[in-house]
């Protein structure tokens, strides 16, 4: 379900699209435009403005979509039939564009608020298919990419505890175990451990940056759809709205890869493992040439390979990150305005 936090940011956002002239007059007329939004939601929307929570978020939200409704690359000031939140709904295939709103059948929006994370794969989705194919997961990456500092770092944990209280193979832990190591380590290493899960980090890195490399081979091609997938780079362009830090929007059309390589060339593609992370993670970085101005461009990011639900619990995923600031990143283009811009504050803040 989502949390208060995603429900406000993503529906008055779409809210803010349907000419009301401010946000609690939206709210509480619940305008059956809004699809798929239920009282329910609204009336927890309501009660936390009634009570004065995430006042700046419930701006910045209104104020993006307003923003997008008076867009020359968005609605230019029309009024939209149809603002579709995608809220709980789980796509029965594999979604490439990471909507949470479509407006009239045609907008696809992706409300980004304070996040640079791109993916939450897996490991094997990221190094070894190229972020291409996606499948069912079986395997644990930690024991996978490397087995032995696997288990000297969990030997270091077991022996903290206690040699009794869990098994003696890290193949071997149950929920239960789990559960005991993710309590006991939930917040850093103690000092006897650290030593043994730096050079397990490292490993972790240096195999994965491999497997990443080895799958990309030497075809620039290959390179080149690497770089559009991590930016997700679709066929059809989708918006970004959102917020990098308080009072600092992030509206922007993600271009299509035909707009991309209109724009740039790619020079160079590399993967470097980063073992100073104090985690596994892998680098990456894109040099490319601005073809409009014939000067260099770049855009870089990480990956960060960790447990899905705390330390030792849930199978490693990797979590991609967009280190470039979205409005230097090349594919990422400004959101221009139509006319004049809507009103900045909210009627009732």
């Known amino acids: 379900m989502p949390t208060l936090r995603t429900e406000l940011t993503e529906i008055v956002t779409g809210l803010g699209m349907l000419g009301m002239e401010c946000l ?3 709210l509480e007329a619940r305008p059956p435009r809004m699809h798929n939004v239920t009282a329910e939601h609204l009336g927890r929307l309501v009660r936390a403005r009634r009570a004065g ?6 701006r910045d939200a209104w104020d993006n979509g307003r923003a997008f409704a008076a867009s020359a690359d968005g609605l230019r000031r029309r009024v939209p039939q149809r603002v579709e939140w995608k809220g709980n709904h789980r796509s029965p295939g594999y979604e490439q564009v990471p909507a949470d709103l479509r407006v009239d059948y045609v907008y696809l929006i992706s409300c980004k608020y304070r996040s640079k994370v791109l993916y939450n794969a897996s490991p094997a989705h990221v190094f070894d298919r190229l972020l291409a194919t996606r499948r069912g997961e079986g395997t644990d990456w930690y024991l996978e990419a490397a087995p032995s500092e696997y288990q000297e770092f969990y030997r270091a944990c077991r022996d903290y505890l206690g040699a009794g ?3 003696e193979a890290v193949q071997d832990l149950d929920r239960e175990h789990r559960s005991i190591l993710k309590e006991t380590f939930k917040r850093r290493w103690p000092p006897e451990i650290a030593d043994a899960y730096r050079p397990f980090c490292t490993a972790v890195s240096e195999v994965s940056a491999r497997r990443w490399q080895e799958a990309l081979g030497t075809n620039q091609a290959v390179h080149e759809e690497m770089l559009w997938r991590l930016l997700r780079l679709q066929p059809a362009p989708y918006f970004i709205l959102g917020v990098a830090s308080p009072g600092h929007p992030v509206r922007f059309r993600v271009d299509t890869p035909w707009d991309f ?3 740039y060339t790619l020079r160079t593609f590399e993967v470097r493992p980063d073992t100073e992370a104090g985690q596994p993670a892998v680098g990456w970085r894109a040099r490319l040439t601005d073809v409009r101005s014939a000067t260099p461009a770049h855009v870089e990011g990480h990956v960060e390979v960790r447990w899905s639900h705390g330390r030792f619990s849930g199978a490693p995923e990797a979590k991609v990150y967009l280190d470039t600031p979205q409005g230097e990143t090349p594919g990422y283009s400004g959101l ?6 809507p009103p900045s504050q909210l009627s009732l803040l």
């Open 24 to 26: 609690d007059e939206a």
């Open 53 to 58: 929570e995430h006042r700046r978020l419930f």
């Open 336 to 341: 221009r305005c139509s006319g004049r811009e």
């Open 165 to 167: 209280s869990i098994p």
């Open 261 to 263: 390589r209109q724009r």
